[in-house]
Each structure stands twice: as C-alpha cells, then as structure tokens.
C-alpha cells in the first residue's frame, strides 16, 4: 500500500524505510532515479550573516540583499508544491519575523517548512506551522563552539535560544559541522542537545566548499578518518545512552559508507540526495544541485522548478559516468552515491568524496548487511483510535502522490491515496470504521498494517494512549 516511505535528505533527518530503489540501472550503466519533483529545496534567502563562521558553505558575505526577489523565489516554490522546504542562509533571522511568517504560510499548505539559523537572533513570534527550527551546537564549550563561528558568548545565546524555542512547543534540531576540532565532543553535544530539550542530532561532516574552503587546510577542518570514526563511536554511544534522541541521532549530509562499516549495521548511513531528491536554490533564484555547489541548472524566477529538476542537461551528474574508483566497481554505489560530491579544491564540477579517493572499498560481505530501517509490520489486537498530525498534508499536483508529514516524504498508491484522504476528513478516526469503508478494496490486515506506518512516520497520531501487543 505504501510504494516508497523516505526521508527528506539533510536532512538528514533519518530514513524510515529501504529507499534504495530510487536507483535502477540502464543499458548503458548506472542511472540515479528521480520523482517528477526534488522532495526537499533549501532557499538560501541572503548572503549576509551576523557570524563568520570557518566552515561556511556559502560563496561569499554579503548585505542582505533585495527580499523582493525571495518573495518570488518564495511563491515560484510554493507553486510547486514542494513536500519540504528549508528556509536557509547566510542566517535567515536577519529577514523580519513578519516576512518570515508570510513565507511560512504561502508554504505550508503544502511543504514542511523548516528554518535553520545560527541561534543568535532569537524569533519570538514564528508561526506554529514552521515544522522544525535547526539550531548548530558546534562544540560542548564555548571555546570550541566559538573558534568555529567567531562570535565570542554565542554560545551561550545559542542555548538561551533554543530553550525559548522549545518552550513555545518548537520542535528544536541539533546541527552541528563536524571537524577536527570536535570530533570527540559529539557524544557530549548530543547529551547538551538533550537537556535543553532538541529533539535529534543531525551532524553536517565539514566539507570543502564556499567561503570553508579557503580554510580548510589552515585550520585543518577536515577530520582524519581516524577522527571521524570517534566521533561516529560517539554517537553510536549516544542512541544508547540517550532515550529522548533514540535513533535520532545520525548524519545531516552525505557520508561514504565506506569510512566505518558500523554505520552500515546501525542502519545510520546517509546519502544527501543530490539528483534524485534535493536542490538548492540561492538568491538570484538560481537552481544548483546543492549548497555547496556553483553549477546552475536554470533559474525558478525564469521557469518552474520541476522543469528544471526534468532537464536533461542534469544527466550529466545523475548518470554517474564521472564517478571514478573505488567507487566505480563498488556495489553500493547506487546507494551511496560516492558520498559528498563537491569539493571545491578538487574539480569545479562534482566527484567522489575526499575521503574515499584512496580507500579500497566496502567488502562484499558488508555490502550485504546494507538494509533500511524496516516498516513496522505488526499492529494491537485492539483497534485504535487516531487523528491527522498537525503537519500532516498531501501533494496531488504531481504524477506522483506524496503524504507529507513534518519529517517524511511518501509516495502513496491509489489505494493507499484513498485511505489517506479518508483520515483527513476527520478530526478523529476509529480504525474499525476504516476497515469496514474499505474492505471491498484492501484485506482488513493491509489496512491495519497501513495505520501502524502512519503511526511510525508520524502521519497520524494515536488518541487515547499507548499501543498495545
């Protein structure tokens, strides 16, 4: 019933089941597969930030820039029907709340909208319909966090920030750049983001490009592989001791498997999605494969997303003839993808990730451990009672049919549809009156199979307690 249940990429935000057949092969070689849209856009509304942070992603620093070509860059996307949306900078906080909150609402009808900013500017009025703010604790110290972004007490701002977001019901994420600096502070960050209230750990490997990587090398930015293998030791350590993140901690972008198989068997590997889910959009409107790249594809103040996201000048990334060894022969490759395609001191297009380019690969025997977080596959003996999550939508415009959740993209099938549409008439809704509405079209354990999924990708929630068996 359910065709394919994903995560958004940085997203980042864990993935819910197998998505590995996004990827299929063609007579030729191998083809990265693509819905008819990107399943998650970062706007990047300015270039202009209140830190400086060594790391940054972006090409430059700048003033803030005319909104009035955001507003459009805005509304070309929420034509679109986009299922998530990252409102992104430079630092967006610097963009009145009342422009901030316009975006939110021409968005939100159909994407999960989530604002990522630095923490030091505190928006004490965003809409409740923002699904998510991303807020980067970069060390377990000041001095750490500091060196990293270069505005001396952020640190603590940063905290003051958080906690006032999650006390207005705020779901509050955790994003800190992993370095050579921090590498062995990740568990500890993870323990910070848990008594201020975050809700996951999603951490962004430092990689070489923007304004970072004129600095990369100076400040030695990049973690050894020995460095980044403590640091998934720390988190690894961290999903055990810290039942509040559970499996909520993990990678926010692209990730070689290769560099420790005990991502593979913890199920926390991550691919960014670039060419089969994810662009960028910078501020001119500009359609790029991601943030840390330059190279545009069209613009969506000249045409509309999808037909740039169709063009089929993008095969020159998506049919992975660039990919060079030990990528090429390896068998993930479909899925990993050669993890972090830009580095800006190697190639002014896209290539395998730095850390791969003299490793030997993974082993066919763990290239077999490689599995999805599995879907649920029980459900109570009793029938439960549920209603539609706040941020719970669907996208109907599209070749394709997704439920949206605050976290999750879903591609439904027509039975699945449906139901889907059922659910959403209500405010609450007995599990045995959709079984009996639906028995002449799906078995009643299909039906209950389904509600249990929703359950887990936190489409619906359950009224009255727990369940149970």
Same mark, same amino acid.
């Given at each position: 019933?359910?065709?394919?249940?994903?995560?958004?990429?940085?997203?980042?935000?864990?993935?819910?089941?197998?998505?590995?057949?996004?990827?299929?092969?063609?007579?030729?070689?191998?083809?990265?597969?693509? $819905?008819?849209?990107?399943?998650?856009?970062?706007?990047?509304?300015?270039?202009?930030?209140?830190?400086?942070?060594?790391?940054?992603?972006?090409?430059?620093?700048?003033?803030?820039?005319?909104?009035?070509?955001?507003?459009?860059?805005?509304?070309?996307?929420?034509?679109?029907?986009?299922?998530?949306?990252?409102?992104?900078?430079?630092?967006?906080?610097?963009?009145?709340?009342?422009?901030?909150?316009?975006?939110?609402?021409?968005?939100?009808?159909?994407?999960?909208?989530?604002?990522?900013?630095?923490?030091?500017?505190?928006?004490?009025?965003?809409? #409740?319909?923002?699904?998510?703010?991303?807020?980067?604790?970069?060390?377990?110290?000041?001095?750490?966090?500091?060196?990293?972004?270069?505005?001396?007490?952020?640190?603590?701002? &940063?905290?003051?920030?958080?906690?006032?977001?999650?006390?207005?019901?705020?779901?509050?994420?955790?994003?800190?750049?992993?370095?050579?600096?921090?590498?062995?502070?990740?568990?500890?960050?993870?323990?910070? &983001?848990?008594?201020?209230?975050?809700?996951?750990?999603?951490?962004?490997?430092?990689?070489?490009?923007?304004?970072?990587?004129? *600095?990369?090398?100076?400040?030695?930015?990049?973690?050894?592989?020995?460095?980044?293998?403590?640091?998934?030791?720390?988190?690894?350590?961290?999903?055990?001791?810290?039942?509040?993140?559970?499996?909520?901690?993990?990678?926010?972008?692209?990730?070689?498997?290769?560099?420790?198989?005990?991502?593979?068997?913890?199920?926390?590997?991550?691919?960014?999605?670039?060419?089969?889910? *994810?662009?960028?959009?910078?501020?001119?409107?500009?359609?790029?494969?991601?943030?840390?790249?330059?190279?545009? *594809?069209?613009?969506?103040?000249?045409?509309?997303?999808?037909?740039?996201?169709?063009?089929?000048?993008?095969?020159?990334?998506?049919?992975?003839?660039?990919?060079?060894? #030990?990528?090429?022969?390896?068998?993930?490759?479909?899925?990993?993808?050669?993890?972090?395609?830009?580095?800006?001191?190697?190639? $002014?297009?896209?290539?395998?990730?730095?850390?791969?380019?003299?490793?030997?690969?993974?082993?066919?025997?763990?290239?077999?451990?490689?599995?999805?977080?599995?879907?649920?596959?029980?459900?109570?003996?009793?029938?439960?009672?549920?209603?539609?999550?706040?941020?719970?939508?669907?996208?109907?415009?599209?070749?394709?049919?997704?439920?949206?959740? /605050?976290?999750?993209?879903?591609?439904?099938?027509?039975? &699945?549809?449906?139901?889907?549409?059922?659910?959403?008439?209500?405010? @609450? *809704?007995?599990?045995?009156?959709?079984?009996?509405?639906?028995?002449?079209?799906?078995?009643?354990?299909?039906? /209950?199979?389904?509600?249990?999924?929703?359950?887990?990708?936190?489409? @619906?929630?359950?009224?009255?307690?727990?369940?149970?068996?």
């Amino acid at each position: 019933m359910v065709s394919k249940i994903c995560a958004p990429v940085d997203s980042n935000f864990g993935t819910i089941a197998s998505n590995y057949n996004r990827y299929l092969r063609r007579p030729d070689g191998k083809y990265i597969y693509h $819905d008819s849209i990107p399943h998650l856009v970062h706007i990047e509304m300015t270039y202009a930030c209140n830190t400086s942070c060594l790391g940054c992603y972006n090409p430059m620093r700048s003033k803030l820039g005319d909104l009035t070509i955001i507003d459009e860059i805005v509304r070309a996307v929420a034509n679109s029907q986009i299922p998530h949306v990252y409102l992104i900078g430079g630092e967006p906080s610097l963009v009145t709340e009342e422009k901030l909150n316009w975006y939110i609402e021409l968005l939100a009808p159909h994407s999960s909208v989530t604002i990522v900013t630095n923490g030091i500017k505190c928006l004490k009025s965003i809409s #409740p319909r923002l699904a998510c703010f991303g807020v980067p604790l970069h060390g377990d110290n000041a001095a750490t966090h500091e060196f990293f972004n270069r505005y001396p007490g952020s640190f603590q701002i &940063a905290q003051e920030t958080i906690r006032y977001y999650v006390s207005q019901g705020h779901d509050v994420r955790c994003i800190p750049v992993l370095t050579g600096y921090n590498h062995d502070q990740i568990y500890n960050i993870c323990k910070l &983001a848990v008594k201020l209230g975050m809700e996951s750990v999603f951490v962004d490997r430092f990689e070489d490009g923007g304004i970072g990587a004129s *600095f990369s090398g100076e400040y030695q930015l990049k973690p050894t592989l020995q460095q980044f293998q403590i640091a998934v030791g720390q988190m690894l350590k961290a999903r055990e001791d810290f039942q509040k993140l559970g499996d909520r901690v993990g990678f926010g972008t692209a990730v070689p498997f290769c560099l420790d198989e005990r991502m593979i068997l913890a199920g926390m590997t991550a691919d960014c999605g670039v060419g089969s889910s *994810f662009v960028a959009i910078n501020p001119a409107g500009e359609v790029r494969m991601c943030n840390q790249s330059q190279l545009v *594809f069209g613009n969506v103040l000249e045409e509309p997303l999808e037909v740039i996201w169709n063009k089929p000048v993008m095969d020159i990334f998506r049919d992975l003839s660039w990919v060079d060894e #030990p990528c090429a022969s390896c068998e993930l490759l479909l899925e990993c993808t050669g993890g972090c395609k830009v580095d800006v001191n190697h190639s $002014d297009k896209f290539c395998i990730d730095y850390s791969v380019r003299k490793m030997p690969g993974l082993t066919p025997s763990m290239a077999e451990k490689l599995r999805g977080c599995e879907l649920t596959n029980s459900y109570p003996l009793a029938y439960r009672r549920i209603k539609p999550n706040y941020y719970t939508k669907l996208i109907l415009r599209h070749p394709e049919k997704f439920l949206v959740t /605050r976290y999750q993209t879903i591609k439904l099938d027509e039975a &699945a549809l449906l139901i889907m549409q059922e659910i959403l008439k209500e405010t @609450v *809704f007995d599990e045995d009156d959709l079984v009996r509405r639906f028995e002449a079209m799906v078995e009643e354990k299909e039906i /209950r199979l389904f509600v249990s999924r929703l359950l887990q990708v936190q489409a @619906v929630d359950l009224v009255g307690g727990a369940e149970n068996g």
